[in-house]
């Protein structure tokens, strides 16, 4: 099961709220979960990324969340800026660098 | 001083035509990918060298060929374009392909339109 699902598809938040998308997996075998953010006309770029030793991690204002019960991990941006606006993907692997991408979340923070 | 650049950023073609995508990363880095993403965003990655060896290759139509003369570039060379092909292909590299949390970094992509 290589599939990760990422929801909700896309996310208007206002400036200073709390932005949270969410991700699951089904194979067990992954270890390793990066978040990449992308603006328009560019690439990917890693944001931030945990292993499922932790339950969270932390970087300025943006968090995962990680729940390895339930095989769910999540980002949750505080305080979110205009300049968040951009499309993000969660992404899993395990084993080899074949990361597996979810469908992404456009994210558009209003003033 | 861009760290994965690829050339064009942007091809239109017609159908039927082959084209070639370039790929070069000055990271020093040992593997090297091709992604695709189509018009609804989805990612997928398509082939993978390290050391100039093919490590991944995913169920990519055998229309699509990558060649990687040395480590620092990665070509993607497509026949016989099909309107289908149509979507952003990006190149990507990362230090190696034994550790599973290496950063995967991207170039900028490449627009390619078929018509």
């Known amino acids: 099961q290589q599939q990760v699902k990422q929801s909700p598809q896309s996310l208007i938040v206002q400036k200073g709220g709390i932005s949270i998308i969410n991700c699951a997996y089904e194979?067990?075998?992954?270890?390793?979960f990066p978040w990449y953010q992308q603006f328009p006309g560019k690439g990917p770029a890693l944001l931030i990324a945990?292993?499922?030793?932790?339950s969270e991690k932390k970087e300025g204002r943006f968090t995962i969340s990680f729940n390895k019960s339930a095989k769910q991990f999540s980002l949750h941006i505080m305080d979110s800026q205009p300049g968040d606006s951009a499309t993000y993907f969660c992404a899993a692997s395990g084993g080899t660098d074949k990361l597996i991408f979810g469908t992404g979340t456009r994210l558009q923070v209003f003033p | 001083d861009t760290a994965v650049s690829q050339t064009p950023k942007y091809l239109v073609t017609q159908m039927g035509n082959d084209k070639s995508i370039k790929c070069e990363q000055n990271l020093g880095h040992d593997t090297m990918y091709w992604y695709k993403q189509d018009s609804k965003k989805f990612l997928k990655i398509m082939f993978s060298y390290n050391n100039k060896e093919l490590i991944i290759n995913e169920t990519v139509p055998n229309r699509f060929s990558p060649k990687s003369p040395d480590k620092a570039h990665l070509n993607l060379h497509i026949n016989s374009l099909e309107l289908g092909d149509s979507a952003v292909y990006f190149c990507?590299?990362?230090?190696?392909?034994?550790?599973?949390?290496?950063?995967?970094?991207f170039g900028e992509g490449s627009w390619l339109t078929v018509v």
């Open positions: 990507a590299s990362s230090r190696s392909s034994g550790a599973v949390s290496n950063t995967i970094y």
């Open positions: 945990i292993r499922p030793d932790v």
């Open positions: 194979n067990t075998a992954f270890d390793y």
